[in-house]
């Protein structure tokens, strides 16, 4: 484990603990491990809640609401939709049609596959293309197969571009969020994933709503995470812990930096940083 930032020991109140799931919460394969499931009941002994904040679709985080006990709020595309613990909606962001469009054809003429979600189910044209079976394995649910995404896009809370090549990914990254400017927030969820949520959404806006449904100061958050999309909420919460598998845009903003996410680096975490800080509870 990485030494902590300077400062950092100085967090000595935990009032919240919110979690990334892909590559932070479940291992690589999508598994919930005994022992991360394990600190997570820890945290709630010591009276200390926890949530999640995801990419995934609401639909993907119904199995991890019983074994973990979920409780509280949780935000699911990257907070374009805040739902309860039984997964009804309490708030929702969608994309907008004319943007899904534009993002829709740049994609698609990048030679993306482009998967589209609405609150309750994704589409794709392409059932074959990559990473189709490891999203099913994910979420739980196949996809609906359409011969085109446009009539779906007012409906669109999140697109997502998948590609093999995460060079090529980072490209069109760069050139869709330009062309989309103010219209869309772009995001990398993974190194194969691009996702494209409405303006002003991203896991920094979506910690700071939970943390008001659960009346905690943003200060007192802990929140950790592996990825890109992680870091806005990173910078908005008091104290932040990066898996060691994180990018290293999440790495180099993260308080601190545990084992990796098929090392139950989570459980890492909360055993030997967060309860040690819990004290002033």
């Known amino acids: ?49 926890f949530t999640i904040i995801s990419s995934r679709p609401p639909f993907g985080l119904r199995m991890l609401i019983e074994p973990l006990n979920l409780r509280l709020p949780m935000a699911a595309f990257n907070g374009g939709v805040l739902a309860g613990p039984d997964l009804t909606t309490l708030e929702r962001r969608p994309l907008g049609g004319e943007t899904a469009r534009a993002a829709l054809m740049y994609l698609e003429t990048c030679g993306m596959d482009v998967w589209l979600f609405t ?98 100061d943003p200060a007192d958050i802990v929140t950790l995470g592996d990825m890109d999309n992680d870091v806005p909420m990173f910078r908005q919460s008091g104290f932040s812990v990066a898996m060691g598998n994180g990018s290293e845009a999440a790495r180099q903003a993260a308080s601190a930096v545990t084992g990796s996410n098929d090392a139950d680096g989570f459980a890492e975490a909360v055993e030997r940083i967060i309860l040690p800080r819990a004290r002033g509870r």
Do not use: F
């Open 119 to 216: 609150e309750d189910h994704w589409h794709t044209r392409n059932p074959g293309g990559a990473h189709v079976q490891h999203e099913v394995r994910t979420v739980q649910m196949p996809p609906v197969i359409v011969e085109t995404l446009v009539p779906l896009s007012d409906r669109a809370i999140k697109l997502v571009g998948v590609d093999t090549d995460p060079d090529r990914l980072t490209h069109c990254a760069a050139e869709v969020g330009a062309l989309l400017g103010a219209a869309a927030t772009v995001s990398r969820s993974q190194s194969y994933y691009l996702d494209i949520n409405a303006p002003g959404i991203d896991k920094g806006a979506a910690l700071g709503e939970l943390a008001r449904l659960c009346s905690v």
């Open 1 to 49: 484990m990485r030494g902590l930032v300077p400062g950092a020991q100085k967090l000595t109140r935990v009032g919240l603990v919110v979690s990334d799931v892909d590559g932070t919460l479940v291992t690589t394969d999508k598994v919930l491990s005994a022992r991360n499931r394990a600190a997570v009941q820890s945290l709630a002994k010591h009276g200390i809640p």
